[in-house]
């Protein structure tokens, strides 16, 4: 806290007193030695003119004498006191000087507020009030040094001031106890030496995270960012360094990357084991389909084996996959359409495959998938009866936000759909509201069917 300065009431003694006894002093002074001069002038030409009669006169000229020293002593005394008083007035102007110069040099080491108290009679009066002045401007408009530090100390973060040659001119109250070093001790060191890697190294001023190295202590982790210190009194190439300590955000970032991890690996199980589930529950289909007498009934059963191969599909591919929300879509279907035309045995059917390189979300993946695996399987089981040969296309195209697959065939047009209210295309058109898409048919040259729906339905 910034001392006040008070000159007491008598550190300025008034002027008009100190003014009449400067004058009444010389005065007398002044008088004394003309006077003094005077008299003992003329004592001295009397003594000298009547020399002859006073051998004559022992008492005459032992008066004369005796007045001689008379005026010279009253004439040294007021002499003395005049050169007394002066030297009063001088130590009085000292004494007033001093504590102006005292105030002043509290203001030169950032005591912004000093005020000194003046009386109003003071032949400083005038000095003293400029300087009051003055302090109060700077105390209003400065922030002090002091105050600074102050500011500097309180910051969380480490702070270095370093000069062009990257050596520390300053540092706060954090870096030096991060250090273990005094800040004083830390002044003309090279920045670099704190850290693993020299946060200067780069040209641009960007920030670096890097490795904290105390002398004695544990190594932190810290993101260092650095600015240069524009000011009408800087060095150029002055730099600021704030270097904040992530140790925290660093345990954190690592306890969710595990976490995030073990989640991977639970999520990847899950899928591994709703595979296997599904494939326990086609196989135990396919058992009891081989006890069914019906081939209508036992096309059923394998009707339905096919979706559930379709969707356990899908769970293996994301078992094998990094990412454990979206499906390659194209690698998918390559994979579904073996399986099916292996399945059905149709050596005398051919197929194409066109498909654009566009990850699906795994809750569009399975209800595009099951959409595929129920048109290729009605293609395959009406469109060419009695072993006729053709076709069998599928292309699967995405772009700006909307994706279009289409499944075709060149067998015997409407009458390969196998009913319009048959389980399968119910099952299309309900699995196409799923997606939020459209449904159309094209019965010119066989049988096309297009799905469109959004690849981002959330937007």
Not at 181 to 201: I, K, N, V
Not at 213 to 220: A, I, L, N, S, V
Not at 437 to 444: A, E, W
Request: hydrophobic share 40%; charged share 25%.
């Amino acid at each position: 806290m910034n001392r006040i300065v008070a000159i007491q009431p008598n550190s300025f003694p008034d002027m008009s007193l100190r003014r009449k006894i400067l004058l009444v002093v010389f005065g007398l002074a002044l008088g004394a030695v003309v006077t003094g001069g005077v008299a003992g002038l003329t004592l001295w030409y009397v003594r000298v003119g009547a020399d002859p009669f006073l051998a004559e006169a022992p008492q005459l000229d032992a008066l004369l004498y005796r007045g001689l020293w008379l005026v010279g002593a009253v004439t040294g005394a007021l002499a003395l006191g005049a050169a007394l008083a002066g030297r009063w007035l001088l130590v009085s102007f000292r004494q007033s000087l001093q504590v102006l110069q005292d105030a002043v040099e509290q203001v030169r080491t950032g005591r912004l507020d000093a005020q000194v108290s003046v009386n109003p009679d003071d032949e400083l009066r005038r000095l003293a009030q400029a300087l009051n002045r003055m302090t109060t401007t700077l105390s209003q408009q400065t922030v002090s040094r002091s105050y600074l530090q102050a500011v500097l100390d309180s910051m969380a973060e480490l702070l270095f001031v370093v000069d062009a040659d990257g050596r520390v001119r300053r540092a706060n109250a954090a870096a030096a106890q991060a250090l273990g070093r005094s800040a004083s001790a830390l002044r003309g060191t090279a920045l670099g030496d704190h850290f693993d890697a020299d946060p200067l190294a780069s040209l641009e001023e960007e920030t670096v995270e890097c490795t904290l190295t105390p002398t004695d202590g544990p190594e932190r982790p810290v993101l260092v960012s650095r600015s240069a210190l524009e000011r009408a009194d800087a060095t150029q190439g002055t730099l600021v360094c704030v270097a904040q300590d992530i140790s925290q955000r660093k345990a954190a970032e690592e306890k969710l990357r595990r976490s995030l991890e073990e989640k991977e690996v639970l999520l990847r199980e899950i899928h591994h084991r709703v595979k296997n589930n599904l494939q326990v529950i086609s196989s135990l289909l396919n058992a009891q389909a081989r006890d069914v007498e019906s081939p209508a009934v036992e096309d059923r059963f394998t009707e339905t084996q096919d979706r559930i191969r379709s969707m356990a599909s899908i769970h293996e591919q994301l078992y094998q996959t990094d990412d454990l929300s979206r499906i390659e879509f194209d690698a998918y279907l390559e994979g579904l359409l073996d399986d099916l035309f292996r399945s059905h045995r149709t050596a005398h059917i051919g197929r194409t495959l066109e498909a654009d390189a566009q990850p699906l979300s795994v809750d569009q993946a399975i209800p595009a998938g099951l959409i595929v695996n129920e048109l290729v399987t009605n293609a395959l089981e009406h469109a060419f009866p009695e072993g006729r040969s053709g076709t069998v296309a599928v292309t699967f195209h995405a772009g700006e936000g909307t994706a279009r697959l289409t499944v075709a065939d060149d067998g015997r047009g409407a009458d390969g759909l196998g009913g319009n209210g048959s389980l399968g295309l119910r099952l299309v058109r309900g699995l196409t509201r799923q997606l939020r898409g459209t449904f159309s048919t094209d019965l010119d040259d066989g049988v096309t069917v297009t799905i469109a729906f959004p690849t981002n339905p959330s937007s």
